[in-house]
T-cell receptor, first 112, second 114 residues
Framework: DAGVTQSPTHLIKTRGQQVTLRCSPK?????VSWYQQALGQGPQFIFQ???????QRGNFPDRFSGHQFPNYSSELNVNALLLGDSALYLC???????????FGPGTRLTVT | SQQGEEDPQALSIQEGENATMNCSYK?????LQWYRQNSGRGLVHLIL?????REKHSGRLRVTLDTSKKSSSLLITASRAADTASYFC??????????????FGKGTRLSVIA
């Protein structure tokens, strides 16, 4: 049973560019959440998708957007990249009815 | 704002010793979770304790929860070098059944020296 997978593993972008990160949830999970983790900090919630809709959103600007597909996989898009967007981006999947979230290995984004 | 805060920020012990990490939080919760993170990679779910539980065990892990003090502790017994990682507590961002976003502290960095 595959766990949560994310791609790519690493990414280097230039300030002002756009980036798309991808996540495939654990088999059977219907909810995907995205988190941003800056160096030395704990993960911070970006948004959560359920039934292809953004259900909850953290304190992140509209430059951050996402999508969930019918197979429950998800994308995170960030426009107009800033140096401060450099971080580890984590995807977590879960069942809507449960508390536990299971994280993928993350995508390390570096903005230069 | 961060709900949970881990203490200490860093902990260094010898292999075979026990490691204790603490977490404090601010608002009422229905569950609290502990995660481990190796070298800035993905988080591994360790254990979940519900608000009506005071203690829970999983292998070498023991978690306690004191809702009156809004605190939790994670004890790792007989530590191994492979336990070297950052440990985070996570609480729900709001009180509801089912899936809510998690709020994390800054974590405790544990180093186990062989």
């Amino acid at each position: 049973d595959a766990g949560v997978t994310q791609s790519p593993t690493h990414l280097i972008k230039t300030r002002g560019q756009q980036v798309t990160l991808r996540c495939s949830p654990k088999s059977g999970h219907d909810t995907v959440s995205w988190y941003q983790q800056a160096l030395g900090q704990g993960p911070q919630f970006i948004f959560q998708y359920y039934e292809e809709e953004e259900r909850q959103r953290g304190n992140f600007p509209d430059r951050f957007s996402g999508h969930q597909f019918p197979n429950y996989s998800s994308e995170l898009n960030v426009n107009a990249l800033l140096l401060g967007d450099s971080a580890l981006y984590l995807c977590a999947s879960s069942l809507d009815s449960t508390y536990e979230q299971y994280f993928g290995p993350g995508t390390r984004l570096t903005v230069t | 704002s961060q709900q949970g805060e881990e203490d200490p920020q860093a902990l260094s012990i010898q292999e075979g010793e026990n490691a204790t990490m603490n977490c404090s939080y601010k608002t009422s919760i229905n569950n609290l979770q502990w995660y481990r993170q190796n070298s800035g990679r993905g988080l591994v779910h360790l254990i979940l304790i519900r608000s009506n539980e005071r203690e829970k065990h999983s292998g070498r892990l023991r978690v306690t929860l004191d809702t009156s003090k809004k605190s939790s502790s994670l004890l790792i017994t007989a530590s191994r070098a492979a336990d070297t990682a950052s440990y985070f507590c996570a609480t729900p961002s709001h009180y509801k059944s089912g899936n809510t976003p998690l709020v994390f502290g800054k974590g405790t960095r544990l180093s186990v020296i062989a």
